[in-house]
């Protein structure tokens, strides 16, 4: 058995890379839905779906915990297939509590009543899908009082990302920074909501300047499942299989996670 990790695409590998490294005795599963990829412009009825099929395959072939290394897929999924019951011994996490308990400086697992935070304005970079779920400050509020959050759907960067234009993925980033600065001019922290964003970190940073913190998912993301497999051993299981697994094209997506990651990532058929 081993820990799955799901995505749209290619940006949950910024989760895979943090958490192989954080964990490299746990062997990962990596699935990119890359045939379907973006998600970001679909309705929440198609994501759930595709998201569902994709979490079964991963719990059917070994895995039994599956992080969402996706936030539209955590945005649209993630509550509704736990309200509908997971398999005895399965689990399925998402990525927004994690950044969110950093982002409002609380331990793992803090569950105490919402409270004034440091952070007072914050953007929010994510999917047309996830911005339109709401889902963020719907977390946030559990959590946190009197902040306010301004969010920019990133259209497009999602697209040029899985497509290797880097050129024209920083040149959206570019004009979404900047239309999101026109609406919030003070903002003193960015959540970059979508794990294709961390493969554009140093650009949103340096379009946000240097008084805003920007909070990024994959690292905070390995840092809490490092703690909860702690807290519960028997979800990493015995098995010493690691494999990334894509519905995409196989050569394609390969060579793009291996411009990625920057090591030789060889992919096979989902
Ligand atoms: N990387 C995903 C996310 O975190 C999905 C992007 C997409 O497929 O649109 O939202």
């Known amino acids: 058995m081993a820990v799955g990790i799901f995505d749209s695409g290619l940006g949950g590998l910024t989760v895979y890379d943090a958490v192989s490294a954080s964990l490299p005795d746990v062997p990962i599963v990596y699935y990119g839905d890359n045939l379907h990829a973006p998600y970001g412009v679909r309705d929440a009825q198609d994501v759930f779906e595709l998201t569902d099929k994709a979490v079964k395959h991963l719990w059917e072939n070994g895995c039994n915990l599956v992080i969402l290394a996706c936030n539209t897929a955590s945005a649209a999924a993630l509550r509704r297939m736990q309200e509908a019951g997971v398999p005895r011994g399965k689990r399925v996490l998402g990525v927004f509590v994690p950044l969110i308990e950093a982002l409002t400086e609380r331990q793992w697992g803090d569950n105490s009543p919402p409270r004034e935070v440091s952070v007072k304005n914050v953007a929010l970079f ?68 979508c794990t294709h964003y961390p493969l554009m970190e140093p650009i949103f940073q340096a379009a946000l300047g240097d008084s805003v913190k920007v909070y990024s998912q994959a690292n905070l993301v390995a840092a809490s499942l490092v703690d909860y497999l702690k807290r519960h051993p028997e979800m990493i299981g015995e098995g010493t299989e690691s494999q990334f697994l894509t519905t995409g094209n196989v050569a394609t997506v390969s060579n793009n996670a291996t411009q990625f990651l920057r090591r030789r990532i060889e992919f096979t058929a989902a």
């Open 126 to 193: 994510a999917t047309p899908a996830t911005v339109a779920s709401r889902a963020f400050q719907r977390e946030l509020a559990f959590r946190a009082i009197g902040v306010d959050v301004e969010a920019q759907a990133c259209g497009g960067v999602v697209d040029a990302i899985e497509d290797g234009d880097m050129i024209l993925a920083e040149a959206l980033v570019r004009s979404h920074v900047d239309a999101l600065t026109r609406k919030m001019p003070n903002a003193d922290a960015a959540i970059l909501g």
